[in-house]
Every structure is written in structure tokens, then in C-alpha cells.
Antibody, heavy 125, light 107 residues
Framework: QVQLIQSGAEGKKPGASVKVSCKASGYNISTHYMHWVRQAPGQGFEWMGIMNPSGGNPRYAQKFQGRITMTTETSTSTVYMELTGLESEDTAIYYC??????????????????WGQGTLVTVSS | DIQMTQSPSSLSASVGDRVIITCRASQGIATYLAWYQQKPGKAPNLLIYGASTLQSGVPSRFSGSQSGTAFTLTISSLQPEDVATYYCQKYDRAPFTFGPGTKVDIK
């Protein structure tokens, strides 16, 4: 079955960067988009961006433009999300999630059908 | 960007009650609307996509409907295991914005 396994919790100082990994199994990573979503403590979800693991330019939410990078290592079916210039407001659980659509590969209209377990990133001095 | 709102923000109902959660888009998004359930300390779980299509394995007491830019998630008979926060999300185009969530608990 589809599984997304994320890297472990991270503690960072303000101004630092964090890189979270998400290893996919149970399907061909090249056939579906991957999203990154975060959830601050006690808050709702914030969509961060979407990437095509096969290549091409990711689409980032305006809020994160300039300090987020999403990349893929297809040989290991792993996607990465790096966020730079961390602030305390970036303290959150970060999730990767597969974008799925019916009857197409890399469907433009895709919902999040499988999620990683989440990675807690804590930013504190 | 299109904004997503949800109402109510929280509700308390008895076991067996019918529960209705509403999500509204500030502009048309056709049927590109999904619903997710998140239990405390867990990752979200997809319930419905395409505004009204039940994800495989989701109990049939969950259903979704649409009227224009207003979408509803209905739990026909609330069960104790349905205690969770429910989120809608649009996926017509980026940004794939989520609603603020509706917390459901048992009275």
C-alpha cells in the first residue's frame, strides 16, 4: 500500500534552515504530484506548495516564495522540502501528501489521498 | 486568491445525531473540493473528493454535497469515533487552500 515516511523531528535556531524528507513506497513516485502542508500548534492547515517528482518547476504558495525549495531524488523515491530563514512562527508539523486524481497521471486537479506521518519542526532560540 | 470558510467552527452533538458542516468558497471552484478528518495527534484522512465522492473505506454515514459555492459534509449518525476536526480543501488550482476547520465532539 501507499506509504509516505518522513524524517524525524527537528529543533532549529531562528535564521537556520531545515530540510525535511519524505520517502514514498507502494507506487511510482513519478506518476503523482506531491504536496507539502504545515500545521502550527493548535491551528489549521497551510498549503505550502506542489511539486512534480519527475521534474519541472514546483509551484509555491506566495507566502513562502524565496525561502522554500522542493526537490526530488527519484532513485530513492524521496522528496525533500527545505525552508530557510526560520522564525518562531515556522514552528509546526510539516506533512508531505500525495496528490491523486482519477484517470490521469500527474492530474492537474488532485486531492491529497495519502499523507506522511508529519515532522515536527521547532524553532526556538 | 479564493478564500475558504467553514461553519460552524465547532459543534457538540449526541451519538446518533445528524451533523452538517458547511464550507464556502469565495469564488466558483466547480466540484474541486475535498474533505478531510483529523483526529488528535494524527495525520489527516481523506473522506470525500469531487465534492461528493466517498473515498474507499470511509463509512457510508459520511456524505458530501454542493450547491454553487457552498459545500456540505454530513454525518448521518454521529459515532464516538467521529470526534475529530474536519477540513475542506479546494483543488481547482494553486493555492490549494484549506478551510479553517470544524471541531466535532460528543455532547
Amino acid at each position: 500500500q501507499v506509504q509516505l515516511i518522513q524524517s524525524g523531528a527537528e529543533g532549529k535556531k531562528p535564521g537556520a534552515s531545515v530540510k525535511v524528507s519524505c520517502k514514498a513506497s507502494g507506487y511510482n513516485i513519478s506518476t503523482h504530484y506531491m504536496h507539502w502542508v504545515r500545521q502550527a500548534p493548535g491551528q489549521g492547515f497551510e498549503w505550502m506548495g506542489i511539486m512534480n517528482p519527475s521534474g519541472g518547476n514546483p509551484r509555491y504558495a506566495q507566502k513562502f516564495q524565496g525561502r522554500i525549495t522542493m526537490t526530488t531524488e527519484t532513485s530513492t523515491s524521496t522528496v525533500y522540502m527545505e525552508l530557510t530563514g526560520l522564525e518562531s512562527e515556522d514552528t509546526a508539523i510539516y506533512y508531505c501528501a500525495r496528490g491523486y486524481g482519477i484517470g490521469c497521471h500527474l492530474c492537474i486537479h488532485n486531492w491529497l489521498d495519502s499523507w506522511g506521518q508529519g515532522t515536527l519542526v521547532t524553532v526556538s532560540s | 486568491d479564493i478564500q475558504m470558510t467553514q461553519s460552524p467552527s465547532s459543534l457538540s452533538a449526541s451519538v446518533g445525531d445528524r451533523v452538517i458542516i458547511t464550507c464556502r468558497a469565495s469564488q466558483g471552484i466547480a466540484t474541486y473540493l475535498a474533505w478531510y478528518q483529523q483526529k488528535p495527534g494524527k495525520a489527516p484522512n481523506l473522506l470525500i473528493y469531487g465534492a461528493s465522492t466517498l473515498q474507499s473505506g470511509v463509512p457510508s454515514r459520511f456524505s458530501g454535497s454542493q450547491s454553487g459555492t457552498a459545500f456540505t459534509l454530513t454525518i448521518s449518525s454521529l459515532q464516538p469515533e467521529d470526534v475529530a476536526t474536519y477540513y475542506c480543501q479546494k483543488y481547482d488550482r494553486a493555492p490549494f487552500t484549506f478551510g479553517p476547520g470544524t471541531k466535532v465532539d460528543i455532547k
